[in-house]
C-alpha cells in the first residue's frame, strides 16, 4: 500500500427519475407516519409507492407467495410423503456451511416433530469438499436409505446421483447454485435458478425469487411437506429462525421474499426460543431479548457455526441447533466459540501471506494467489478480505491430496462464475455464485488459470478498470444523528445485497483524539461537527494501519459513515462505523 493513503472517490446517490416528484416525500412520510429522510432512503433503494415503502417496512408472511408458485415443490413434497407411507428411509445431505447446517437442521427437525426419523450426511471439508460424493452415497445405501434428499447441493453431482439412483435411491434435489449443462436424473428438482425442459421461458420468469438460499428452497419444500402428511400440522413459522441465520450467512440479495423471511425470522432470533441460538447468542455476548440485525449474525453468530465446518466437524453445528436442553447447548456454543478462535488466529497468517503475495501482483487486473499450507477451510474468508483490501477479484489456493483446491470472491460489478467459465478448460471442477465460487484444478494448470483469469477480468473490467467508487446515501450534519433516528433506521433491516446499509457522507469535521489499537489494526476518533460543535465516537475497523501516518489531533476531514448503537465503557451510546475517509487535511500535510 502507498505511504500516503488518497481519498476514496466517492458519489451521492440520486433518487430514480421513475419516482413521485420530490415534494411528495414528506406526504408519503405523513401516510407512513414515519420521517421524509427514512422515505429518501426507502427511494434510493429503488421503492417507489406507498404501497411498496409499508411492505418493504412490514414484510409480512402473507406477501409471500403460495407454495404452488414455487416449480418442483409440490412435486418434491409429493415425492417424500410416499416413501414416508411406504416406509422408506429417509436421508438429508447437507453443506458444511450454514445455509447447508441449518437446511439440514429444519428438515431433520421438521419431519421428526411429524414422527419420522432422517439420517443426515454432511461432508467433511477437509476429506471429500463441497457437495456429494460415491463414498457417502454408498454408506447411505449400506443403511438402507431409500429417499436421499440434497439441501444447498446436489445440481452439479450428476454422476453422485447417477449412482444412487443405480443402488436403488429416489433422488431430490433442492439448491440455489447455478446448475450447469448437464443436469442431474432426480425425481425432482427444486432450485429458482433451475428452468425446467418442461417450463416455458414466460413462466420462469414469473417464478416469485431466483434469489433464495438454500435454506430458504428448504423451508418451502418443508411446509409443502407439513401440509401433505396426515396427522396435526406443525407451525411451519417455527423454522424462520433457521432460515434467516442461512440466508443472512450466505449473503444471498434479499429481495422481496428474502427479506421476508428473514424479517420474521430475525423476531424468532431475538427471543431466543431455540436453545441452540440463545447459547450461541450468551456466548457471543448478545442479551436475552436483544435486537438481532444481520450484522449480529454476520460477525458473531455465523463464523461461530461455520467455523465446525471449517476446521471442525460440521456435526457439532448440526447438535447445537437440534439441542433442546440449554446446558447442553451452552457447551456446544462453547466448544464453537474456541473452534472460531482458532479460526481467527489461522485467518491471520494466511491473510499475512496471501497480502505479500497480492502486492507482487498488482500489475494484473485478478489475482491468483496459493500456497500449499493454507487451510481450505480459511481460504473464501481470506478471498473476501483481499478483495475488500485491493478491489479486485481474487482466487486463492491450497493443495489438498495433490490438487488445487481454491475460493473466488469477486467485487460488485465483476461476475466470478462467468469468468470461471471462460476458464473451464484448466479446471477440475468448479461452481457457484456471480460474487463467490469454489474450484479443482490440477497443479500443472495453475500457469494457464492465471493467464486465463488474467484475461476473463480484462474482458469483463477492461484494461484499465475505474477505481470503486463509494456510494453515499446522503450528507448528514452530526446534529441530526440521534436515538429517534437510528430506531428508524432499524426499520431498513434486514441489510445484505439488495438492501445495503445506510451510508452518510458528513460535513468537515475536526479531529479531537485519536487512538490506533490493537496493534494499529483500529482507528478510534472523537470527530467534531464544524457546523455545530457535535461531538461523536467514531471507529474506522481495519484500517488503522492505512491512516496511522495521516490522521492525528487537529486534522480535518469527511468520513462516509454509518450510525449505530454500542456499549462502549460500559454505557450505550451513538458510535460511528466508518466506511472510509473521504476528505482530509492534516497540520502538516495537504491531501486531495
Known amino acids: 500500500m502507498p505511504d500516503t493513503p488518497q481519498p476514496t472517490p466517492w458519489t451521492l446517490k440520486s433518487i430514480p427519475d421513475s419516482f413521485a416528484p420530490e415534494r411528495n416525500i414528506a406526504d408519503i412520510a405523513r401516510r407512513l407516519e414515519v420521517s421524509s429522510l427514512l422515505v429518501r432512503l426507502m427511494a434510493l433503494r429503488g421503492l417507489e409507492s406507498d404501497l411498496a415503502m409499508d411492505r418493504f417496512l412490514s414484510p409480512g408472511l402473507r406477501y409471500l407467495h403460495p407454495l404452488e408458485d414455487w416449480p418442483g415443490v409440490l412435486d418434491g413434497a409429493r415425492c417424500i410423503c410416499d416413501a414416508i407411507a411406504r416406509g422408506a428411509t429417509l436421508a438429508v445431505w447437507g453443506d458444511y456451511d450454514v445455509d447447508g447446517i441449518t437446511a439440514t437442521v429444519l428438515v431433520k427437525d421438521m419431519l421428526a416433530r411429524h414422527g419420522v426419523q432422517v439420517k443426515h450426511y454432511i461432508p467433511d471439508r477437509l476429506d471429500f469438499g463441497y457437495g456429494l460424493h460415491v463414498d457417502g452415497i454408498r454408506a447411505l445405501a449400506e443403511q438402507g436409505v431409500g429417499l436421499l434428499l440434497t439441501v444447498d447441493c446436489g445440481i452439479a453431482n450428476t454422476a453422485e446421483i447417477r449412482e444412487a439412483k443405480r443402488l436403488g ?163 456446544i456454543a462453547l466448544q464453537l466459540d474456541k473452534l472460531n478462535t482458532k479460526r481467527k488466529q489461522e485467518e491471520h497468517r494466511i491473510l499475512e501471506e496471501a497480502i ?116 453515499l446515501d446522503m450528507e448528514l450534519p452530526f446534529s441530526a444523528v440521534t436515538a429517534t433516528l437510528l430506531k428508524e433506521l432499524d426499520l431498513l433491516q434486514p441489510y445484505g445485497q439488495g438492501n445495503p446499509r445506510p451510508i452518510f457522507l458528513s460535513p468537515m469535521l475536526s479531529v479531537q483524539k485519536v487512538r490506533f489499537f490493537s496493534q494499529k489494526k483500529h482507528l478510534e476518533m472523537y470527530l467534531a461537527d464544524s457546523t455545530d460543535g457535535t461531538v461523536l465516537r467514531a471507529v474506522a475497523w481495519r484500517q488503522g494501519e492505512r491512516w496511522s501516518k495521516i490522521i492525528r489531533e487537529k486534522a480535518t476531514l469527511r468520513i462516509a459513515y454509518t450510525p449505530r448503537l454500542s456499549i462502549f465503557n460500559n454505557v450505550l451510546q451513538i458510535e460511528l462505523a466508518v466506511h472510509d475517509i473521504v476528505d482530509f487535511h492534516t497540520p502538516d500535510l495537504n491531501h486531495g
Request: hydrophobic share 45%.
Open 169 to 331: 435411491m429416489q433422488v431430490i434435489v433442492t439448491d440455489h447454485h447455478l446448475p450447469g449443462r448437464e443436469i442431474p436424473d432426480a425425481d425432482a428438482i427444486i432450485n429458482p435458478r433451475y428452468i425446467s425442459p418442461d417450463t416455458t421461458e414466460d413462466h420462469a420468469s414469473s417464478w416469485p425469487s431466483q434469489e433464495l438460499a438454500g435454506v430458504g428452497v428448504s423451508f418451502l419444500l418443508m411446509a409443502a411437506v407439513n401440509r401433505m402428511l396426515p396427522g396435526p400440522a406443525v407451525d411451519i413459522r417455527d423454522y424462520l429462525d433457521l432460515v434467516a441465520l442461512g440466508t443472512i450467512a450466505d449473503a444471498v440479495h434479499l429481495d422481496e421474499q428474502n427479506r421476508i423471511l428473514v424479517k420474521n425470522g430475525l423476531l424468532l432470533i431475538k427471543e431466543g426460543r431455540r436453545p441452540g441460538i440463545l447459547a450461541l447468542k450468551e456466548i457471543c455476548g448478545i442479551g436475552g431479548h436483544e435486537t438481532v440485525g444481520a450484522g449480529a449474525i454476520g460477525f458473531a453468530l455465523a463464523p461461530r457455526i461455520n467455523a465446525a465446518g471449517r476446521i471442525g466437524d460440521p456435526d457439532l453445528a448440526v447438535r447445537l441447533l437440534l439441542e433442546n436442553d440449554i446446558t447442553e447447548a451452552q457447551k
Open 356 to 471: 505479500a503475495q497480492a502486492e507482487e501482483q498488482l500489475h494484473l487486473p485478478g489475482l491468483v494467489l496459493h500456497s500449499e499450507h493454507w487451510h481450505s477451510g480459511i481460504i473464501g474468508i481470506v478471498a473476501s478480505r483481499i478483495v475488500e483490501r485491493f478491489h479486485r477479484p481474487c482466487l486463492i489456493l491450497t493443495k489438498e491430496k495433490g490438487i488445487f483446491k481454491g475460493s473466488g470472491r469477486s467485487t460488485p460489478s465483476f461476475d466470478l462464475y462467468e469468468a470461471l467459465l471462460a476458464c473451464k478448460q484448466c479446471l477440475y471442477k468448479f461452481g457457484g455464485h456471480r460474487q463467490a465460487a469454489g474450484l479443482k484444478l490440477e497443479p500443472f494448470q495453475l500457469a494457464t488459470l492465471k493467464k486465463l483469469f488474467a484475461w476473463a477480468v480484462e474482458e469483463q473490467l477492461g484494461e484499465n478498470p475505474a477505481p470503486p467508487v463509494l456510494e
